[in-house]
């Protein structure tokens, strides 16, 4: 399974948009990138996921490159509650035979600290 | 709909004492994880399952053993335990195309 590398911290104004780079350069055609967040110690939680083609939610954009080496979680308008810890990983789709398609691993993250 | 429980939320044991955590989830979800997370650290695979019967080794299964014998269950085991394995203990399900859904941890302190 493809691994991630992402900065280790970052700062941004409150209002300001947040952009979270990711590096995954070993990904594979039949791996997505997922996005979760952790606030303090609570359990992750999910913000949003893409194969090839950017993707919107409600909570943020990713921008997934052509050559799907990379890719950045956007946050429009950071908030002061957005101060988290940011996992990027990677998953491979369900064809990809035996069980490693259930593996899934996370790195160190970035610690995202939104202020005023 | 519980989602992913996880029981208990806080444990102290002494070193060499056994106990196991349970997780149970009702979302009928094939895949169970559990993870854990030392203080300032990131979240570490421990052990994962694909479905009922079939369990697989994550990337820190030394001193742990899990079972799954039905889809709701996925009890982790700690047979010895030692000061290393002090940390918060994630349980998280998904189903085929989901993302993971946690639970709310169980923070465990071996003295």
């Known amino acids: 399974d493809a691994k991630t590398t992402q900065p280790p911290s970052m700062d941004c104004a409150e209002g300001r948009a947040a952009n979270l780079p990711c590096n995954h350069s070993?990904?594979?055609?039949?791996?997505?990138v997922y996005w979760y967040r952790q606030i303090h110690s609570q359990g992750p939680q999910y913000i949003i996921h893409?194969?090839?083609n950017n993707e919107t939610n409600e909570m943020a954009s990713l921008i997934i490159t052509e050559d799907r080496k990379s890719s950045t979680l956007i946050l429009p308008h950071a908030t002061l509650r957005d101060t988290a810890v940011y996992y990027c990983?990677?998953?491979?789709?369900?064809?990809?035979?035996?069980?490693?398609?259930?593996?899934?691993?996370f790195g160190q993250g970035t610690i995202l600290t939104v202020h005023p | 709909n519980a989602g992913v429980t996880q029981t208990p939320k806080f444990r102290i044991l002494k070193i060499g004492q056994s106990m196991t955590l349970q997780c149970t989830q009702d979302?009928?979800?094939?895949?169970m994880y559990w993870y854990r997370q030392d203080p300032g650290m990131g979240l570490k695979l421990i052990y994962y399952?694909?479905?009922?019967?079939?369990?697989d080794k994550g990337e820190v299964p030394n001193g742990y053993n899990v079972s799954r014998s039905t889809t709701e269950d996925f009890p982790l085991r700690l047979e010895l335990a030692a000061p290393s394995q002090t940390s918060v203990y994630f349980c998280?399900?998904?189903?085929?195309?989901?993302?993971?859904?946690f639970g709310n941890g169980t923070r465990l302190t071996v003295t």
């Open positions: 998280a399900s998904r189903d085929r195309e989901s993302p993971l859904h």
């Open positions: 399952s694909v479905g009922a019967g079939i369990t």
């Open positions: 979302m009928n979800h094939n895949y």
């Open positions: 070993t990904i594979s055609g039949n791996e997505y």
């Open positions: 893409g194969l090839k």
């Open positions: 990983i990677v998953r491979v789709a369900e064809n990809a035979g035996g069980t490693s398609y259930g593996k899934l691993t």
